[in-house]
């Protein structure tokens, strides 16, 4: 958990990573990669002084695999694993680069993320906050359609500060957890457009494609429908429009 503060004047409240934090990512997680590479660089030789008895174990190799392998150990192995266990490491700094920032006024709620706003609404078109699945924070709307899922740093506790000083309603848990049922292909209570969308968010799911299937979460909310996923089972709720 980071340790950033909000920054805070007496009408707004944002909530955003500090800069010291990216500089830490980026020299601490290369230098933990490139350590982990030159550990990796000594494993063939410590195999091959494994006892005997590993031999007989099934889907082991045999001591003349590991000493092949300890073979190929050497000052260019270890450069060679040094090397990618730091680029590892930046790019997983890369990854954690930046997370939204959240700007909430009397007014209202604003969520960017790298100069492109995900959010942008008055406050009384927001019905409440809520934590969510992967430590998203869920946004929902006047008519309980979800408005954006988005991470927030320092922490949730924070938000649910910031968001209760300006009178937004907070919840622990998704106040409409129970309303939603699990998604059974041609469920005779949507129609045959909104069932079309779950079918192939499914595969959409199913293939690992995230961005194709937020888009089609984005098309059944324009239908008044939400969805969630429940490992690889999908459920849905209907809006209160």
Sequence with gaps: MSHATPATTADTIVLQRQGWLNVVFFAGFPILGAGLGCLLSFVPGWLTRLPDW??????????????????????????????????????????????????????????????????????????????????????????????????????????????????????????????????????????DRVNAILRTRAHAIEKGDEEDGAQLSEALGAEGIVVRDRGERQQWRRTEI
Excluded at 63 to 89: K, N, Y
Excluded at 93 to 107: C, G, H
Excluded at 128 to 156: C, F, M, Q
Aim: charged share 15%; hydrophobic share 45%; net charge negative.
């Design 54 to 191: 590993v031999d007989n174990l099934p889907m082991i190799p045999g001591h003349e695999q590991f000493a092949m392998l300890d073979g190929l150990s050497g000052p260019w192995l270890t450069g060679i694993l040094i090397a990618v266990g730091a680029l590892a490491g930046i790019v997983l700094a890369a990854m954690t680069l930046t997370v939204p920032t959240w700007e909430i006024s009397r007014d209202s709620l604003t969520i960017t993320h790298n100069n492109q706003t995900l959010l942008d609404v008055p406050l009384h078109h927001i019905h409440s906050l809520h934590p969510g699945e992967n430590g998203l924070i869920t946004v929902l709307g006047a008519d309980t359609g979800v408005l954006v899922r988005a991470e927030v740093e320092p922490s949730a506790a924070e938000l649910k500060e910031a968001v209760s000083h300006f009178g937004l309603a907070w919840h622990d848990f998704d106040p409409f957890d129970n309303d939603y049922v699990r998604w059974l292909d041609g469920d005779p209570e949507l129609s």
